[in-house]
């Protein structure tokens, strides 16, 4: 299920990353920052009375110039575009401005739910200031202050009480979500088209809890799948190309519904940082992973070609070296028979349970071949594992002292379980536990 998104959206100086701070940081319990994203304080997780929801900061948008009228209109576009509600923050020591106006003016026809925050009201006898606040027409003014961290309570209920109902369609548990990602023009929707064109069973093109996207279903192998359109990243055209860090809440959206994702590549322009970034947040969300180079066509596509196209991928993506690679041309569908065995392989790994005594006797096989570390004397006793999660594949190794487990052993027994029970597609996750 996604996550509701909230947007802080307001002139320059208002005290917007402030209470961006406060809500990810302080007033709320963060659930997880986004590597990659979060050093620009773009978007986080974050948690209000178990709701936990999305939360991104907008730059200040801010009269002038045309260049910086361009980008005004560019970042509240965006905002208002991915957000379920919208805080819009004013500055409560400075009254109604030109500028509040202006944004006021484009929040009016979002006909999304705004949330109208007073900000830097920092004492009791400056409440009675916001009622002017009440002209902008967003309903009750709540007072705040980042700076202390006041009021946010009432202002976060009136925030989740605003969330949209999100109701998922019931489907059947073998029922596989898939996404693609990757950076503009890699060819997606190109992908996307290939696979209904040949199959051409397309049961129907059915709202998805993603909003501007259409989840559509797709029957192939006796196996029901539903490919999560991540289209909108490819929505206004430069908008959204020009502002990678808005463009990638959209790819974090569908990794979220997604069992596999696919990661793809585009084998003209070869592997760019970008495409390391986008991949992270998959790996990170803990999803089964297909890379995918696309346009294979365009180049020479030799078995020699291809072994050294996937050299570079894997020494550029060290961390997904579980992950299959399927090279294809969406336009000419050369090799796209190979993409479906692909991700049914990746989802049936990643929802793998393994046996509690088949695990142990892998893990006291491999310990027997490499026998655990001893730290300041203190040997590391492995006492058992077994396996506590699915999608992906978590394991808990109850030792003596979780603090004599070092990292490389620890990626000794990550590799021998890899090594016994295969997981092509997916992470699995790896706890040391001290037994109680």
Do not use: C
Request: net charge neutral; charged share 30%; proline share 4%.
């Amino acid at each position: 299920m996604r996550k509701s998104v909230v947007a802080i959206v307001g002139r320059p100086n208002v005290g917007k990353s402030t209470i961006f701070n406060r809500l990810v940081g302080e007033r709320i319990s963060i659930v997880e920052d986004t590597p990659g994203v979060t050093r620009d304080r773009i978007y986080a997780q974050a948690e209000w009375l178990t709701h936990v929801f999305n939360i991104i900061d907008t730059g200040g948008i801010e009269q002038g110039d045309e260049p910086l009228l361009v980008q005004m209109r560019q970042q509240a576009e965006i905002a208002i575009d991915e957000a379920d509600v919208i805080v819009f923050l004013v500055n409560g020591k400075e009254g109604i401005t030109a500028a509040d106006d202006e944004v006021a003016k484009l929040l009016y026809k979002s006909n999304k739910p705004i949330v109208l925050g007073v900000n830097k009201i920092d004492n009791p006898e400056m409440r009675e200031t916001i009622y002017e606040y009440y002209s902008l027409g967003f309903g009750e003014p709540f007072p705040i202050s980042g700076s202390h961290g006041l009021g946010l309570g009432d202002m976060l209920d009136a925030i989740i009480e605003r969330f949209p109902e999100i109701n998922d369609e019931e489907e059947s548990e073998d029922t596989i979500h898939f996404s693609l990602i990757g950076r503009p023009n890699v060819g997606k929707s190109s992908l996307v088209n290939a696979l209904l064109n040949e199959q051409r069973v397309i049961v129907s093109g059915t709202a998805g809890t993603t909003r501007d996207a259409v989840d559509t279903h797709l029957r192939k192998d006796d196996q029901d799948f539903v490919i999560i359109d991540t289209a909108g990243m490819r929505k206004r055209g430069k908008v959204y190309e020009s502002t990678e860090k808005y463009s990638v809440l959209r790819a974090l959206k569908a990794i979220e519904r997604s069992d596999v994702v696919l990661v793809l590549i585009d084998a003209e322009t070869g592997i760019r940082e970008q495409d390391k970034k986008i991949a992270g947040y998959a790996h990170d969300a803990g999803r089964a992973i297909v890379i995918v180079v696309n346009k294979w066509d365009t180049i020479e596509s030799n078995e020699k070609a291809m072994k050294e196209f996937e050299t570079k991928i894997r020494a550029h993506f060290l961390y997904l070296d579980y992950a299959p690679i399927v090279f294809l041309s969406a336009k000419s569908k050369k090799r796209l028979h190979t993409l479906i065995p692909a991700i049914k392989i990746a989802s049936e790994n990643h929802a793998k349970r393994i046996q509690t005594n088949v695990l142990n006797d892998v893990i006291m096989d491999a310990i027997a071949m490499n026998p655990t570390p001893t730290v300041k004397g203190k040997r590391l006793k492995v006492l058992y594992a077994t396996q506590v999660s699915v999608k992906p594949p978590g394991f808990v190794v109850f030792v003596n002292d979780p603090e004599l487990m070092h990292f490389s052993y620890e990626r000794f027994l990550e590799n021998k379980i890899r090594d016994a029970f295969g997981f092509v597609g997916t992470p699995i996750k790896l706890f040391s536990r001290k037994r109680q």
